[in-house]
Each structure stands twice: as C-alpha cells, then as structure tokens.
C-alpha cells in the first residue's frame, strides 16, 4: 500500500512521485550549492564552457548580420539548458553516493542510459527549434525582410516602444514553451541517470506527474530557475557560469525530493534538509 504522500505515475507501483510542502525548492537550492561548493572548479568549468559556446552562437549570428535571430537564441537557451547540464547531474548523484569527482565526472553521465538521454534531448531539441521558427516567422510578420544593422536592432527592434507587441507575443510563445520543457525535464532526465533500467517514456511521464502533484513548489521552482537563468543571460551569459551550474546540482535534488526511490514501496520517509 503506497503512503498518502507518494502517487503512482502507472498502475504498477512504481515509479512513484511525492508530495512535498510549496518551500520545498529552497532546500533543493541549498543542496545545490552545498554540491556546487563540493564540486568547486568542475562546476564552474562546466558552466563556463557552454557559457563559451552560447556566446559563440549569438556572436556568430550578429557577426553574420542575423540579428534577428541573436534574442530567439538568447531566450531559447533555457529549452535546452536541462539536457546541456547532465554531465552535473551527474556531479551530484556521486558526490551523494561518496565518490570523487574530476573534470571528467559530467563526460561519465554519457555512458549512462545514454540512448534514453538521447531521446529526452531530442524532444527538448525539437522543441528549441520550433522556438527559433517560430520566432522567425514573428520576426517576419512584423518587420518583413528588412535588414537592421546593429544599432538599428537595438533601437527599432529592442527598445522601441512601438514594438512593444512584438516583444510581449514572443515572450508569451516563449513561455508557454519553456512551461512544457519544464514539466517534460524537471526530473526526466536526473531519473534516467540515476535508474538505467527506465525509459524516456516513464521519465518524462513521472516528470509530469511530478509537476501535476506538486503545483505550488513547482511554480515557485519554476519560477526561481527562470530567475537565475534570465540574470543570467541580462548579465551577458557571464552570470550563467554561477546560475546553471546551482540549478543543475539543485535539480538533482528536486528529483530525489519528487521520485520515490525504488524498492521503497511504503516508504513514509520524509524528505531531509542538507546537513540533517
């Protein structure tokens, strides 16, 4: 018989997602940093180098004169953030079991159920890339096909009040997109890391599940992860080298709060606060 707090995802019992209080995501933070402080210089190398690679790829486009698509790639890192931090997920699930963590630890995460990993990304991919059509076709529909040098973008495009709209409809889109990758990653893939024997379907049906049974600690972590990744981002991508690397270890955590561990059939333990 399942405990009151735990809800089975499929009629068998498990997998399993919890119930926990709305604050819930402050202690995942905790961990998190606790874990990034452990990890040290693999965490903020790991951030610097796909800090280096997004600022290659909004470069690369304003080099070119791809203006318009220097925003839809800013605000579409966040789709594929989840499946860009595994490697830290990794850092966390052994530094919880006790073992040492090197530089080559997040590169480990990719011998590890690595097809069903491969699944979950592609969905995310899939999704970032109906983000960046989408925001061209919005581009198109209000600006045709123009050309815009830099400083014209910023004016006309980014700061000008006049399109507003523009900016207000794109965000909208935007959002709902990064809703659904959060409710399809919030524990998917920390999941298929940490247990080999599922698949993306189950992950990805225990990460909703998760999200469905928990709505106030969900928003609330939504929201927070939406705060660290968009400072982030306002600080030229630098501040991401700090930000992702806490969200990802925290996401570990999120997930060994929200999923029922396996074997645990009746397990009325509560979750625990770092250092308990």
Same mark, same amino acid.
Request: neutral net charge; glycine residues 10%; contains cysteine.
């Given at each position: 018989?399942?405990?009151?707090?735990?809800?089975?995802?499929?009629? *068998?019992?498990?997998?399993?997602?919890?119930?926990?209080?709305?604050?819930?995501? /402050?202690?995942?933070?905790?961990?998190? /940093? *606790?874990?990034?402080?452990?990890?040290?210089?693999?965490?903020?190398?790991?951030?610097?180098?796909?800090?280096?690679?997004?600022?290659?790829?909004?470069?690369?486009?304003?080099?070119?004169?791809?203006? *318009?698509?220097?925003?839809?790639?800013?605000?579409?890192?966040?789709?594929?953030?989840?499946?860009?931090?595994?490697?830290?997920?990794?850092?966390?699930?052994?530094? *919880?079991?006790?073992?040492?963590?090197?530089?080559?630890?997040?590169?480990?995460?990719?011998?590890?159920?690595?097809?069903?990993?491969?699944?979950?990304?592609?969905?995310?991919?899939?999704?970032?890339?109906?983000?960046?059509?989408?925001?061209?076709?919005?581009?198109?529909?209000?600006?045709?096909?123009?050309?815009?040098?830099?400083?014209?973008?910023?004016?006309?495009?980014?700061?000008?009040?006049?399109?507003?709209?523009?900016?207000?409809?794109?965000?909208?889109?935007?959002?709902?997109?990064?809703?659904?990758?959060?409710?399809?990653?919030?524990?998917?893939?920390?999941?298929?890391?940490?247990?080999?024997?599922?698949?993306?379907?189950?992950?990805?049906?225990?990460?909703?599940?998760?999200?469905?049974?928990?709505?106030?600690?969900?928003?609330? /972590?939504?929201?927070?992860?939406?705060?660290?990744?968009?400072?982030?981002?306002?600080?030229?991508?630098?501040?991401?080298?700090?930000?992702?690397?806490?969200?990802?270890?925290?996401?570990?955590?999120?997930?060994?709060?929200?999923?029922?561990?396996?074997?645990?059939?009746?397990?009325?333990?509560?979750?625990?606060?770092?250092?308990?």
């Amino acid at each position: 018989m399942l405990d009151q707090s735990e809800i089975a995802v499929f009629p *068998e019992a498990s997998p399993r997602v919890r119930r926990v209080s709305g604050d819930r995501p /402050w202690i995942w933070l905790a961990s998190g /940093w *606790e874990d990034m402080l452990r990890a040290g210089r693999v965490s903020f190398a790991w951030g610097a180098l796909f800090v280096a690679v997004g600022a290659a790829l909004i470069g690369g486009a304003a080099l070119l004169g791809a203006y *318009e698509a220097v925003l839809p790639l800013a605000a579409g890192f966040p789709l594929l953030a989840p499946v860009l931090v595994i490697g830290l997920y990794e850092v966390s699930r052994r530094i *919880e079991a006790g073992e040492k963590v090197s530089f080559a630890t997040p590169l480990l995460a990719l011998r590890r159920n690595a097809s069903q990993l491969g699944v979950v990304g592609f969905v995310l991919g899939f999704v970032f890339l109906a983000w960046m059509r989408i925001a061209t076709l919005l581009f198109a529909w209000f600006f045709g096909a123009r050309g815009f040098n830099a400083g014209e973008f910023l004016s006309q495009v980014v700061l000008s009040g006049a399109n507003a709209l523009f900016l207000v409809i794109g965000s909208a889109i935007g959002a709902v997109l990064a809703l659904v990758v959060f409710a399809i990653s919030a524990v998917s893939l920390p999941m298929l890391l940490d247990r080999e024997s599922d698949n993306a379907f189950t992950a990805i049906a225990t990460s909703v599940a998760a999200v469905r049974a928990n709505p106030r600690a969900m928003l609330l /972590w939504a929201f927070l992860i939406g705060c660290f990744i968009g400072s982030g981002l306002l600080l030229g991508l630098v501040g991401l080298i700090l930000t992702l690397p806490l969200v990802a270890h925290a996401t570990w955590h999120a997930y060994r709060d929200l999923v029922a561990r396996d074997g645990a059939a009746g397990d009325t333990s509560t979750p625990t606060s770092p250092g308990e």
